[in-house]
């Protein structure tokens, strides 16, 4: 199945059908981590070819704005940001900065830090793979 495309302005929660689950790849072209997750989700939709892949790039800009499809699925700390998406729900999360169940992240100012630290996740194919198989 093909990698369905957005950008902020005109991804809308309409074009999903409720009762399918979808992998959301919240990524932005400017940013380095996105840019690599790229070739991993290409490398899943041709893996795994019923899964339902959507791109949504964001520009760092936008991640302050407030479009309606952002108030559904929570606040997003960091591009890229992976979301297991189905009957109107985040599932989980998958970011460099962690793994996350349900729609909510820690909050960033009382935990410890990953980019401090050097515990980002590399969001290499075997890592999306597993967190998908959670769901998918």
Known sequence: M?????DHQNFDFAHLSSSNLYLLAIQAEWNSFSQRLDQVLHDLATAQPTLQL??????????SQQQAWRQQ???IHFVPTLLAYQNGQVLGRLGTHGQFVGDSEPNYAEEERPWENGTEIELSLPVVSAFIAQYF
């Open 2 to 6: 093909p990698i369905l495309q957005y």
């Open 54 to 63: 959507v791109q949504i790039d964001v520009s760092r800009d936008d991640l």
């Open 73 to 75: 699925i929570g606040k």
